[in-house]
């Protein structure tokens, strides 16, 4: 079983910075491939950045060169840190794994469906 638990959303102001985290809870982590999603108000889920158990990474084109994903093996915690954030970037963000889909599958079309394990979701909100 794996439990994943997100912290770090707030509100700021549009040009701030956040820094998202997921605590992850499996017992093999490299065997994974982890994503971070967002969902806007009426809108569907969209992946917005990806890592593999390989270190590649995957961004949606909407928040490349802004939004940078790491993970740490150490203390089993995704990162997502987030800057020049604007009022598009609001919305609730989740943590997801799974241990089957490519990174890739992350920006794919419904790519959300690839995923398994997914955390409650913290909320981010950018004020203009």
């Known amino acids: 079983q794996v439990h994943l638990t997100e912290s770090g959303g707030g509100s700021v102001e549009a040009g701030g910075s956040l820094t998202l985290s997921c605590r992850i809870s499996?017992?093999?982590?490299?065997?994974?491939?982890m994503g971070w999603f967002r969902q806007a108000s009426g809108k569907e889920r969209e992946g917005v950045a990806g890592?593999?158990?390989?270190?590649?990474?995957v961004y949606a084109d909407s928040v490349k060169g802004r939004f940078t994903i790491s993970i740490d093996n150490d203390k089993n915690t995704l990162y997502l840190q987030m800057n020049s954030l604007n009022p598009e970037d609001t919305g609730m963000y989740y943590c997801?794994?799974?241990?089957?889909?490519?990174?890739?599958?992350?920006?794919?079309?419904?790519?959300?469906?690839?995923?398994?394990?997914w955390g409650q979701g913290t909320q981010v909100t950018v004020s203009s």
């Open positions: 499996a017992y093999n982590l490299n065997s994974f491939t």
């Open positions: 997801a794994a799974d241990g089957f889909s490519p990174v890739s599958m992350v920006v794919a079309v419904n790519g959300r469906n690839g995923f398994g394990y």
């Open positions: 890592i593999d158990s390989a270190g590649n990474t």
